[in-house]
Nanobody, 122 residues
Framework: QVQLVESGGGLVQAGGSLRLSCVSSGRSLMLSALGWFRQAPGKEREFVAAISWGGGTKKYADSVKGRFTISRDNAKNTVYLQMNSLKPEDTAVYYC???????????????WGQGTQVTVSS
């Protein structure tokens, strides 16, 4: 069983930055891809970004391309989401999850974290 714990959320003004972290414990994440999703109030959860085990393959939602960067440190069992130029529409609960491959398909992910709130004020 893999446990994922997100952190780093908070309140930031539009144009600001935050870095989210997701630390895993339990079973090894070896060969696993990791992804970030988000869910805004009243909306469905949506894909944000994903990264392969070795970090060589990354995928981003069009809405965050050029602003967000996903990375991982396998020695620390941690995946990061650097979020720059934040907008009010980025406000959501952000979740990390594990998958066998880099994909935007939510159904391919398991071992979800509990989420961390990101609020961007205008």
């Amino acid at each position: 069983q893999v446990q994922l714990v997100e952190s780093g959320g908070g309140l930031v003004q539009a144009g600001g930055s935050l870095r989210l972290s997701c630390v895993s414990s339990g079973r090894s994440l070896m060969l696993s891809a990791l992804g970030w999703f988000r869910q805004a109030p009243g909306k469905e959860r949506e894909f944000v970004a994903a990264i392969s085990w070795g970090g060589g393959t990354k995928k981003y939602a069009d809405s965050v391309k050029g602003r967000f960067t996903i990375s991982r440190d396998n020695a620390k069992n941690t995946v990061y989401l650097q979020m720059n130029s934040l907008k009010p529409e980025d406000t959501a609960v952000y979740y990390c999850a594990r998958s066998a491959s880099v994909t935007a398909d939510e159904s391919e992910y398991n071992s979800w974290g509990q989420g961390t709130q990101v609020t961007v004020s205008s």
